[in-house]
């Protein structure tokens, strides 16, 4: 058995039992599923690179959101044929029975809709890869979901490969000579949202050979609130930004930047030093939110292109390009 946990102590118990033989005694509580799974669903396209990698892609039923935004080939194809559908509802979703539902958030219980699905009978399953602290420790999720489709090989020896290339990296930036300081993202209301100093993306930093300047909390989230004056005040020593929210895939990217009394003050602007996480054009879909789980060497490598170049002077950036780029390119772009 598996117990996913949740933020707030929120605790999932998965048993996964292969077909065709006995449930086993002792686990009253557990959630049951029956592997390998046939048909499944899944709140968005998120895991669409994993689904893909794994073969699974055309067992899956339905997604939900914007299922437009999906970038990983096997997906796109499917949904381009009507094969994977968009449910708008709990209820269209249950409406195709599937095996297992998979939500995409890290509150467990108090996630909406959860208890919902379980009403209709579905057996709604919530992994929690986004409260890993370190970039492989999220990546290493994918042999969770092999799990429920009897493909456990595949996926050891797709992690034994990003493992040991996530290690080769980090190992070229370890003995940097300086360690840049790295801002990230843009205010939002009252405050300034960034990754906590414990997520994922801050050790991604740390490993590419960086200073997230606002590391100074314990916080595992995707979304930790600065004080907007505190961020603006370690925004004005920073060497680099780096812009990795939704608000990175708008058009108007520019002008949000240029409006606001703060970004626009940032010395970052003048020095050409600002990234975004997003490999493509101004309104196209964002590689990154479907492939990143699965490649965080590539995201390593772009994240030591951009702060120590002289140490991968070869690579192209994959999932990031720079505010200039993303400007000729919404020139270039009906």
């Known amino acids: 058995d598996i117990v996913l946990e949740g933020m707030g102590g929120q605790r999932q118990q998965v048993l996964m039992v292969q077909r065709g033989t006995p449930r086993p005694a002792g686990y009253p509580d557990a959630v049951l599923v029956w592997v390998p799974v046939r048909r499944w669903s899944a709140q968005n ?19 939900g959101g914007s299922i437009d935004h999906a970038t990983s080939p096997g997906l796109v194809r499917l949904i ?31 996630m909406r809709g959860y208890e919902r699905y379980r009403a209709l009978g579905i057996t709604n399953l919530l992994p929690v890869e986004r409260l890993e602290e370190t970039p492989l420790g999220r990546a290493e999720w994918i042999k969770f979901f092999a799990m429920l489709f009897n493909k456990e090989a595949e996926a050891e020896a797709h992690f034994a490969r990003v493992e040991s290339e996530y290690d080769a990296l980090a190992a070229k930036a370890r003995n940097v000579s300086a360690r840049p300081r790295v801002f990230v993202d843009m205010p939002a209301g009252d405050g300034w949202w960034t990754p906590g100093g414990r997520n994922a993306s801050a050790r991604m930093i740390a490993d590419a050979g ?5 590391d100074d909390n314990d916080s595992v989230s995707n979304q930790f609130v600065h004080h907007m004056e505190v961020a603006y005040d370690r925004g004005l020593d920073a060497d680099v930004w ?25 010395p970052m602007l003048r020095r050409g030093a600002v ?9 196209s ?32 950036l994959v999932f990031h390009q720079s505010l200039a780029s993303w400007v000729a390119r919404s020139r270039e772009t009906p």
């Open 242 to 266: 780096l812009l990795t929210d939704a608000q990175v895939g708008r058009r108007d990217l520019l002008d949000l930047i240029a409006t606001n009394p703060y970004t626009r003050q940032l």
């Open 45 to 63: 396209y998120h895991y669409g690179g994993i689904s893909d990698l794994l073969g699974v892609s055309d067992r899956l039923l339905s997604l």
């Open 210 to 214: 960086g200073d997230f300047v606002l």
């Open 80 to 110: 381009d044929e009507g094969r994977i559908r968009r449910h708008r509802s709990e209820e269209q979703a249950a409406a195709l029975e599937p095996d297992v539902f998979l939500s995409y958030a890290p509150y467990m219980a108090i």
């Open 275 to 283: 990234y975004l996480k997003h490999g493509g054009s101004p309104g």
């Open 285 to 316: 879909p964002n590689p990154y939110w479907d492939m990143g789980l699965l490649y965080p060497q590539w995201d390593l490598a772009d994240h030591i292109r951009i702060l120590h170049p002289e140490v991968l002077p070869d690579h192209e």
